[in-house]
């Protein structure tokens, strides 16, 4: 009998004091210390990077043994040299070999790798807390480096974002952190895997804060620059720390030039919201057209593609080569224009047919097309103003890039460091806003959440199952404070104010329509820097409207929340569908009643 047998039973109050002094788990001192988010951040930061090197290697790989070259896009119609008996028509098999392989694949392990890859980052940091099944970071490098190497017209970036965000969310699973953390971390592997791929560190953090956030934080700055640094030097380490591409230096040298890049830029957003349009338009072709298996559609839509690389053997893979040629004035202008329709058509056909890679080089691709096309016009035209044609080739890949993205602050800080070209930084940054604006005009949705959209999916509407935003605003708005009129002297709207429990006010015109808010803050500031003896402008309520983006009755809560988080004060007013009539008032506390209203029924 053992001591412990002698002493009997431990009281339960003991056992668990016992158990309570227990020392926490590594998990759990990482994620508790202080610096816990920073040793995450670099350590998702080093496997992305590391990430990188591997799926860049598996990409080469695949490349050389389904094409025999290390990048067939810039070899012409030379003939594979493991098959040189079938000539250049072995660009019609090798999509279709490739297609047996990643389409079991993906079809079996992970169906979200299929794609593009960036739109399911996004919904996952959006409505499902960060959280990416960790299969998608081994099943998307494969499947994407088999596509890419077999032929497939993708880039790199949608699949190095989904792998680095994959390993984030893992590294987050395995800790046990918030949701607010573990979205942080797979925002950390996006920015991570953008950096160490294109050595690209600041394009890294701007990537992952512009379009996989959404917003802007110190934290989330900070922690995003740690793993987009961490990522870089391990990328560095492995590719040379050089520019992603190699253009001939550029500059403006005449100022007739920046109204040319302006149009430029109205030219490239339009074709970037062409090129959005196209991929899902022969998507939809394809989803039609298909009856069979789904891990059968990538070989036998193989076919097709493999056509298409026939005619236009510049179409195989990424295609940098191809664009580094175009940007030095390597090629005509109306090949220029076919390369950009064959590149439209070979990406749109290669996600059409469940292929898997990003649209981020195909963008790029097609803008350096559309500017060397357009460069050599404009040439043409204004040969002693217009400048080098090679400029316009790096502003249009910017431009069509932000286009169909919109994302202008990416664009201009990921042009720079791809090409290490700051001389043409302002034409770049103009043709940038101008193509977002364009962009805005033409469509609601970018190429990458469209693809959410036409699935029922607005990342902007409550996640499924949420308690909270589901419902519309009329159904939880409060009575209408008596709104001012846009005549009313400054000292009456301040005694107003300063008895509202809101802190704004509704204003509306002679006739009841709605005109916008004014805050008591805004009142307070004009009344105070008025001079002594007398009044001065501004003198009237209407002086000092503004207007907040308008929240409507048949709105859902959680975009209306959007919207009420931003505005000063404690409510907004909430206008009929018409948006020029008031028909309530949305405060905190009332959507947060809305919260708590079934627990109470």
Not at 92 to 111: I, S
Not at 125 to 134: E, L, M, S
Not at 228 to 233: F, I, K, P
Not at 279 to 297: N, S, T, V
């Amino acid at each position: 009998m053992t001591v412990a047998d002698e002493a009997g039973p431990v009281p339960a109050g003991v056992e668990e004091a016992v158990v309570g002094t227990r020392p926490p788990s590594l998990a759990a001192w990482v994620r508790d210390a202080p610096w816990g988010l920073l040793a995450l951040a670099v350590t998702v930061g080093a496997g992305a990077g590391l990430g990188s090197i591997a799926f860049r290697w598996l990409i080469v790989t695949f490349t050389g043994l389904f094409s025999g070259h290390g990048d067939y896009a810039g070899a012409g119609r030379s003939p594979n040299p493991h098959v040189p008996w079938l000539g250049p028509a072995f660009v019609v098999l090798a999509p279709v070999l490739g297609g047996l392989l990643y389409g079991p694949l993906v079809d079996r392990f992970a169906k979200e790798a299929r794609g593009h890859g960036v739109p399911e980052v996004m919904l996952a940091v959006a409505q499902r807390g960060g959280r990416i099944n960790p299969q998608v970071a081994v099943v998307k490098a494969l499947a994407s480096a088999l596509c890419i190497g077999s032929g497939g017209s993708v880039g790199r970036e949608g699949p190095i974002v989904q792998i680095g965000s994959a390993l984030g969310s893992t590294l987050g699973r395995v800790v046990k952190v918030s949701e607010d953390r573990m979205r942080l971390l797979v925002a950390c592997g996006a920015a991570g895997g953008i950096a160490a791929t294109f050595n690209a560190p600041l394009a890294g953090v701007f990537f992952a804060m512009e379009l996989i956030l959404g917003a802007f934080s110190v934290e989330a700055f900070g922690a995003t620059v740690l793993s987009s640094v961490t990522a870089s030097v391990i990328g560095r380490a492995a590719f040379g720390d050089t520019a992603f591409l190699t253009l001939p230096p550029f500059h403006v040298g005449h100022l007739a030039q920046y109204a040319l890049f302006a149009l430029l830029g109205v030219v490239a957003g339009g074709v970037g919201v062409g090129f959005t349009r196209v991929l899902y338009w022969i998507e939809d072709a394809c989803d039609w057209a298909w009856r069979g298996p789904e891990w059968l559609r990538p070989a036998l839509g193989g076919l097709l593609l493999g056509l298409v690389l026939l005619v236009l053997p510049e179409m195989y893979g990424v295609g940098y080569p191809v664009l580094e040629k175009a940007a030095h004035g390597g090629y005509a202008a109306a090949f220029l224009l076919l390369l950009l329709v064959g590149k439209a058509l070979a990406t749109s056909l290669t996600i059409g047919i469940g292929g898997s890679g990003g649209v981020f080089a195909p963008s790029l691709f097609i803008g350096a097309m559309l500017g060397s096309a357009y460069g050599a016009g404009v040439h043409q035209l204004m040969p002693h103003s217009a400048g080098a044609a090679g400029a316009y080739a790096l502003v249009g890949m910017g431009a069509v890039f932000a286009g169909a993205a919109r994302a202008p602050i990416t664009a201009v800080v990921i042009l720079f460091e791809l090409t290490g070209q700051y001389s043409i930084i302002l034409p770049l940054m103009l043709a940038i806003v101008l193509a977002t604006l364009t962009s805005r005009l033409l469509s609601r949705d970018t190429v990458y959440t469209l693809k959410l959209r036409r699935r029922g999916i607005d990342l902007d509407a409550p996640a499924t199952g949420a308690k909270l935003g589901a419902q519309a605003v009329e159904t939880v708005m409060e009575v209408l404070p008596t709104p001012l009129t846009a005549t009313t002297e400054l000292e009456a709207a301040g005694d107003r104010l300063s008895l509202s429990e809101h802190g704004a006010l509704p204003v509306v015109d002679g006739e009841g329509r709605y005109l916008g808010t004014l805050t008591a803050r805004a009142v307070a500031e004009a009344l105070a820097e008025r001079p002594d003896g007398g009044p001065a402008a501004p003198a009237t309520v209407g002086d000092l409207t503004a207007s907040p983006p308008p929240v409507t009755t048949d709105m859902a809560l959680a975009t209306a929340l959007h919207v009420l988080v931003a505005a000063p004060g404690t409510g907004l007013p909430v206008l009929d569908p018409g948006k020029d009539r008031l028909a309530g008032w949305l405060t905190h506390q009332g959507a947060l009643r809305a919260l708590h209203a079934p627990a109470t029924v």
